[in-house]
């Protein structure tokens, strides 16, 4: 039964995610440490939340979303999904095409070309074979980035004490503040919540012990996004055993370049290829979130291939256009905080809702603490939008 939340956990070690945690270790060490651990358990709360929502009602959350809405406001929903859907398939490709640069010197907007047609490839894994063997090339990629971020750990290792020091709450100025609003607003991807309710209604459809299901569900939840978490942990412990106070680790060329004269180049290709199989994973998965998207909300159905092709153009006109790849995945991830709420408030509504949930609405405890993580994502998002409107301004 394991699975679902396998593929969703892509979303949490994407190339929006690199960068940030990168930076953070670069820049304050391991200051934020409690940063992650605390975007983790959200995380595992909204995800279980979308899985159960799916399993419980047979319905995706744009499903139900374009059921209740009235046309306008059902087609405004979908613009605002799209451009989230968008923004994350932008940064899954620049992210992709960055490795492909660092690994064989391939030039951006060939490198996302690259990554487009070898996601369309995963993608056609699943229009031909169905939802188990997708899972299964995602969670070998997801496998592969575990171990290309987390093997530079095993060459410099990371100082207990100061991991020990990272779990005290904590921020040290203005711009810490911004760095880990930023880390915790890219956490809770809206397109994996609205795919991991499809996921998992796609997969246990047939099962008809719900509560069996649910059970395992939290297994597989809790087992995939322990692997997310550790994986981004480590790259921020990574980053503050080896990159703390070498200039130019701002982008993820320039830490690259800093860890192969660290740790040396075999470490650096691990890490490359690591973040090669993230681009690749994730904007398969977001392909296919963009398509559950579309045909919960306008009751649309175009073939994943097509959309893959479609949504690869912008990326790669950016690319093409010489933009900065570092400043294009940053851009990603302040759009991706717009979407947030839309996502997670009513995820939590439905769940909460016994006349759509029955016996399996959540109790008042879960209630509390998913309205509370609600309240904590869509307020550390707009403290991540203030500081970087306010932050260009200046």
Same mark, same amino acid.
């Given at each position: 039964?394991?699975?679902?939340?396998?593929?969703?956990?892509?979303?949490?070690?994407?190339?929006?995610?690199?960068?940030?945690?990168?930076?953070?270790?670069?820049?304050?060490?391991?200051?934020?440490?409690?940063?992650?651990?605390?975007?983790?358990?959200?995380?595992?709360?909204?995800?279980?939340?979308?899985?159960?929502?799916?399993?419980?009602?047979?319905?995706?959350?744009?499903?139900?979303?374009?059921?209740?809405?009235?046309?306008?406001?059902?087609?405004?929903?979908?613009?605002?999904?799209?451009?989230?859907?968008?923004?994350?398939? =932008?940064?899954?490709?620049?992210?992709?095409?960055?490795?492909?640069?660092?690994?064989?010197?391939?030039?951006?907007?060939?490198?996302?070309?690259?990554? *487009?047609?070898?996601?369309? *490839?995963?993608?056609?894994?699943?229009?031909?074979?169905?939802?188990?063997?997708?899972?299964?090339?995602?969670?070998?990629?997801?496998?592969?980035?575990?171990?290309?971020?987390?093997?530079?750990?095993?060459?410099?290792?990371?100082?207990?004490?100061?991991? $020990?020091?990272?779990?005290?709450?904590?921020?040290?100025?203005?711009?810490? $503040?911004?760095?880990?609003?930023?880390?915790?607003?890219?956490?809770?991807?809206?397109?994996?919540?609205?795919?991991?309710?499809?996921?998992?209604?796609?997969?246990?459809?047939?099962?008809?012990?719900?509560?069996?299901?649910?059970?395992?569900?939290?297994?597989?939840?809790?087992?995939? =996004?322990?692997?997310?978490?550790?994986?981004?942990?480590?790259?921020?412990?990574?980053?503050?055993?080896?990159?703390?106070?070498?200039?130019?680790?701002?982008?993820?060329?320039?830490?690259?370049?800093?860890?192969?004269?660290?740790?040396?180049?075999?470490?650096?290709?691990?890490?490359?290829?690591?973040?090669?199989?993230?681009?690749?994973?994730?904007?398969?998965?977001?392909?296919?979130?963009?398509?559950?998207?579309?045909?919960?909300?306008?009751?649309?159905?175009?073939?994943?291939?097509?959309?893959?092709?479609?949504?690869?153009?912008?990326?790669?006109?950016?690319?093409?256009?010489?933009?900065?790849?570092?400043?294009?995945?940053?851009?990603?991830?302040?759009?991706?905080?717009?979407?947030?709420?839309?996502?997670?408030?009513?995820?939590?509504?439905?769940?909460?809702?016994?006349?759509?949930?029955?016996?399996?609405?959540?109790?008042?405890?879960?209630?509390?603490?998913?309205?509370?993580? $609600?309240?904590?994502?869509?307020?550390?998002?707009?403290?991540?939008?203030?500081?970087?409107?306010?932050?260009?301004? *200046?």
């Amino acid at each position: 039964m394991l699975g679902p939340a396998f593929v969703a956990a892509v979303a949490y070690v994407d190339p929006g995610n690199v960068a940030a945690n990168l930076t953070s270790g670069a820049s304050y060490g391991y200051l934020l440490v409690w940063v992650l651990v605390a975007a983790n358990a959200v995380a595992v709360l909204v995800q279980y939340q979308s899985a159960k929502l799916g399993i419980v009602t047979g319905r995706s959350l744009p499903e139900l979303l374009g059921d209740r809405l009235s046309p306008w406001p059902r087609r405004a929903f979908w613009v605002q999904a799209e451009l989230v859907a968008l923004a994350t398939d =932008l940064a899954e490709v620049v992210g992709g095409a960055i490795a492909l640069q660092l690994l064989f010197g391939v030039p951006l907007p060939l490198g996302g070309l690259i990554v *487009g047609l070898v996601s369309m *490839g995963v993608l056609l894994v699943q229009t031909r074979h169905g939802q188990r063997p997708f899972e299964r090339v995602v969670v070998g990629l997801l496998a592969v980035i575990t171990l290309g971020f987390l093997t530079g750990l095993v060459v410099s290792p990371p100082d207990a004490g100061g991991v $020990v020091g990272g779990l005290v709450p904590r921020f040290d100025g203005a711009e810490s $503040v911004l760095l880990a609003a930023s880390m915790l607003g890219a956490t809770v991807m809206p397109h994996a919540v609205y795919v991991h309710s499809a996921l998992s209604r796609d997969r246990h459809h047939a099962q008809r012990d719900t509560a069996l299901v649910l059970r395992a569900t939290r297994f597989d939840v809790g087992g995939a =996004l322990a692997v997310a978490g550790v994986v981004n942990i480590g790259m921020l412990l990574l980053a503050a055993s080896t990159l703390g106070g070498v200039e130019g680790t701002d982008t993820i060329a320039g830490a690259h370049a800093a860890i192969v004269a660290a740790l040396g180049p075999l470490v650096g290709v691990l890490f490359a290829v690591g973040l090669l199989a993230s681009g690749l994973a994730s904007t398969s998965v977001g392909s296919y979130a963009g398509a559950v998207i579309m045909g919960g909300l306008l009751h649309l159905r175009i073939p994943l291939l097509a959309r893959r092709a479609m949504t690869l153009v912008p990326a790669i006109a950016l690319l093409a256009a010489g933009v900065d790849p570092t400043w294009a995945l940053v851009i990603s991830q302040v759009v991706l905080s717009f979407g947030i709420p839309f996502a997670v408030i009513p995820l939590v509504g439905y769940t909460g809702r016994r006349s759509l949930m029955g016996e399996y609405r959540d109790p008042v405890l879960t209630r509390v603490l998913a309205w509370t993580a $609600v309240a904590l994502i869509v307020a550390l998002n707009a403290v991540l939008l203030w500081l970087t409107v306010t932050g260009a301004a *200046g």
